[in-house]
């Protein structure tokens, strides 16, 4: 099209230029947007393949796969202040939308088993964190379980919950209102969070939620919304308004991991708000003991022989961390405390290492040989063929100059939050240790 | 009918055979031997180390074993040895058998090979790591790099727990699964959602079966500055169900307290530790499946108590900054947290212990008879919000 306008600019009289400038203005946006709009449609995975040396593309695949797995990584790691102790209630819709099989093998189930999931990870990222699980059905919210410090509780709720059906239409208002007084009482040195789960695209309402909005900015409750078939204006204004104008609060599951993605997401804890009140917490470490008898523990009436006794009152609870019953302390373990710190100390992002620089032949920690250096002709032809992957295989740490390979780079990151280098080098591990108790 | 027999056989075996993996971190802290010179040796200690591995190579040949040094300065390899060169030269007869001498020789070919390698291998780059340490290296430093030396020891495990499951290719896959299963663009998708089934240990029986054995010989008060890197390494033991199982020959370590009791392992304090090879064989030789018959030799009272991290006094009662959750044994001066620089509130903890207020018990007992039966009914709704 182009170049047959071209030929005809050639061609054409002074006096019909004003009309060709028009005619190509026309033409140039129309095309514009039909290849912008293919963009959209449709990633063309099959033309990032390339055959390698060895006319196999097992090497591309390769590639794909660590991009992949770096894809998750490379998140923001500037320490940030956190929110670690939460008080969060989780919603789920139970309404007759979740019986949709969009998601297999239903909403419902798929939801339950995502919900159970994220109670265990969340419990196992925020230790001293309190969780509440709600229900939406029949345009009421029901209580699932109260608010506690206790995973198993809460796994159990969900688990009975398997045995019911989802039924009735849901009321976000009568949700969000039950929530907001749930967390009315917690202390103000924590969070307040709400996360709704959501698989309809309407909430039968009593009243005028919008009111329940203003309510909810006012008393410092954030919500997320899971969406799980299509954007809902409702969600995405109760998203923006409580977490001050954030849109990334709400998102809408694409397949099955998405979903899982976009509800372990909410497992980091936030970064605090400006307003929150921070307070020193009073706190009690109490070590465990077992005794010759059975006594009973102040928490159940239950009698047992091993629990922990309040520091201060002497009281015994089974389970830690938990209030004591008699004399309102929080009684924690210091592992609880720690298990939480590799939020505000993150690891650094390792970094690609180009095949100038990659001088190593072995992963530094799991001593994985790496591909050698190729001539130095070939190295353009391997360069950036997939994003945020290193073309040879390696990834350094900045503060040890350590390689490392992408598996001990995840294993690094997610698991352990420690660099193997780092830490195993006298110098580097004291001023990692200044940096962090300063 | 043949087919259906041979698989069965196969499957019956496969699943039976479980290997495991066996990794030792043995603290090579001068300071800390010298001080056990009379009673152990750090070379009889390493050859009651050495035996011990052989007896868990024997228990299965599939098993697997790998030995960390946590030394002063560094965290280094003992076995296995990844660097290429150095393989080459230990097969390569040059220093380690005139080390030896000509007397070794000769029994060594007749030594299980896996034994041989592992011992040559061990005592070689422990040599190498005695002799690289200068006694500028150890002045005013006494403690040991715990942390570096769990975390490779866990790299290695992940390591091996990746290539054992590529190998075998078992249906509990998680790794697979997340990497393979969607080989395309799509897989970057599931990922960070599959993240942490990832490493939540599915099925247990049917994975390689890792454990951390920790002989330690420092006391903790040193490593201070390692807290938070050994209490994450802990904590992703404690999520990937590796047990770290700690032999104590000296000193004492809360640390190593606390990570046994997290993630299930043996912790003993070897009062006589020129026995450490029957110690070891006795409690420390059994693998996951067979310790869920027995009775383990592990600790009741852990201690659990904190240090603070203004004078690093030990409290029972402490103050908990909300926003980075360093502990304080009293108010901090100025109510400004001194790690993050927060102005804290400090609310009036336990001035006022809370009372029942008398007059209104009064009040309620002279409606008490005619109202017995209001209280129940709105007794009934408390239970449920409380």
């Known amino acids: ?9 050639g061609s054409v009289t002074d006096d019909e230029d004003d009309l060709q400038v028009t005619r190509t203005d026309q033409i140039q946006p129309r095309k514009r947007k039909q290849r912008g709009g293919g963009e959209w449609e449709l990633a063309r995975t099959w033309e990032t393949l390339v055959e390698g040396a060895d006319g196999t593309i097992s090497s591309t695949v390769e590639g794909l796969l660590e991009a992949s797995k770096r894809k998750r990584l490379l998140k923001d790691t500037t320490p940030l202040q956190r929110g670690i102790i939460r008080h969060v209630i989780l919603i789920i819709d139970l309404s007759q939308s979740m019986a949709e099989k969009d998601l297999r093998p239903t909403r419902y189930l798929l939801t339950l088993r995502f919900a159970q999931e994220f109670v265990r990870e969340f419990f196992e990222q925020n230790p001293i964190s309190q969780l509440g699980v709600m229900g939406l059905r029949d345009g009421l919210a029901i209580r699932v379980s109260d608010i506690s410090g206790n995973p198993t509780e809460h796994l159990t709720a969900i688990q009975e919950l398997k045995t019911q059906d989802p039924k009735g239409l849901p009321s976000l208002q009568n949700g969000l209102e039950m929530a907001r007084g749930s967390l009315f009482h917690t202390p103000s040195h924590g969070t307040r969070e709400v996360l709704i789960i959501f698989g309809s695209l309407l909430s039968s309402d009593p009243g005028d939620i919008h009111q329940t909005i203003n309510t909810l900015v006012t008393d410092k409750v954030r919500v997320r919304i899971v ?12 998203c923006s308004r409580t977490n001050r104008g954030d849109e990334t609060a709400y998102g809408v599951a694409l397949n099955e991991q998405h979903f899982g993605e976009l509800l372990m997401d909410v497992t980091t804890p936030l970064a605090t708000q400006k307003q929150s009140a921070s307070s020193l917490l009073m706190m009690g470490f109490p070590s465990r003991t077992v005794e010759p008898t059975p006594s009973l523990c102040a928490c159940h009436s239950k009698p047992s022989r091993g629990g922990y006794l309040c520091s201060r009152c002497g009281s015994k609870v089974c389970n830690l961390p938990a209030e004591c019953p008699s004399c309102g302390l929080t009684l ?41 250096v190729p001539p130095e002709d070939q190295w353009s032809v391997t360069e950036n063929h997939a994003k945020g992957m290193s073309v040879s295989s390696r990834y350094q740490c900045m503060a040890c100059k350590n390689h490392f390979c992408i598996d001990c780079d995840l294993f690094a990151h997610e698991v352990v939050h420690n660099c193997p280098g780092c830490q195993s080098n006298s110098v580097q591990a004291v001023a990692d240790g200044m940096d962090t108790t300063a | 009918m043949n087919s259906v027999d041979a698989s069965e056989h196969y499957e019956l075996g496969a699943t039976d055979l ?13 300071h800390a031997w010298a001080a056990l010179e009379g009673s152990l040796p750090l070379s009889k200690a390493v050859a009651n180390i050495l035996v011990f591995i052989n007896a868990h190579l024997a228990c299965n040949y599939a098993n697997e074993v790998a030995v960390v040094a946590s030394h002063t300065t560094k965290a280094t390899w003992l076995y296995p040895i990844h660097n290429d060169d150095t393989s080459q030269e230990s097969a390569d007869p040059d220093g380690d058998v005139s080390m030896n001498g000509d007397d070794a020789a000769a029994p060594q070919t007749n030594k299980y090979r896996p034994f041989r390698l592992v011992e040559e291998q061990v005592t070689k780059k422990l040599k190498e790591l005695m002799d690289s340490t200068s006694s500028n290296d150890l002045r005013g430093n006494t403690s040991t790099m715990l942390a570096g030396a769990l975390t490779l020891a866990l790299s290695n495990i992940n390591r091996r727990t990746i290539a054992w499951a590529e190998e075998h290719g078992g249906a509990d896959l998680e790794d697979a699964a997340g990497d393979g299963g969607s080989g395309g663009a799509g897989a970057g998708a599931g990922a960070a959602g599959t993240g942490p089934g990832r490493y939540s240990a599915s099925n247990d029986d049917e994975r390689l079966q890792s454990r951390i054995l920790i002989v330690s010989v420092s006391g903790s008060s040193d490593s201070a500055h390692q807290y938070i890197p050994v209490m994450n390494s802990i904590f992703a033991c404690q999520r990937l169900h590796i047990p770290i199982d700690v032999c104590k020959l000296s000193g004492d370590a809360v640390f190593l307290q606390q990570a046994c009791d997290a993630t299930k392992g043996v912790y003993m304090a070897l009062s006589e530790p020129r026995g450490l090879l029957q110690y070891l064989m006795m409690a420390f030789l059994p693998d996951q499946r067979s310790r869920r018959h027995l009775v383990l030799p592990t600790r009741v009272d852990v201690d659990f108590r904190a240090a603070c991290f203004c004078h690093r006094r030990v409290v029972d009662i402490g103050y908990v900054c909300s926003i980075c959750l360093s502990i304080f044994c009293e108010p901090p001066p100025g109510n400004d947290c001194l790690t993050c620089g927060t ?6 903890f336990g001035s006022k ?23 129940m009914s709105t007794g009934t709704p408390t239970p449920g919000p409380g």
């Not at chain 1, 099209?1 to 600019?9: G, K, L, Q, R, T």
């Not at chain 1, 924690?332 to 290492?353: D, G, Q």
């Open chain 1, 332 to 372: 924690i373990l210091s592992t609880h405390l720690a298990r939480s710190y590799h939020h505000l100390f993150p690891l650094m992002n390792w970094v690609e290492v180009p095949w100038r620089r990659a001088s190593s032949s072995a992963c530094f920690a799991c001593g994985l040989p790496f591909p050698a």
């Open chain 2, 18 to 30: 479980a290997p495991s993996l066996l990794t030792v971190v043995l603290d090579t802290n001068p």
């Open chain 1, 227 to 238: 969406g799980l078939a299509a954007q809902v204006a409702i969600c995405q204004e109760l």
């Open chain 2, 343 to 348: 102005p804290l509130d400090v609310g009036d």
């Open chain 2, 353 to 375: 212990p809370a009372l029942i207020p008398r007059k209104k018990k009064k009040k309620k007992r002279v409606n008490g008879t005619s109202t017995v039966g209001t209280p």
């Open chain 1, 1 to 9: 099209m182009a170049d047959s306008d071209e030929e005809y600019v």
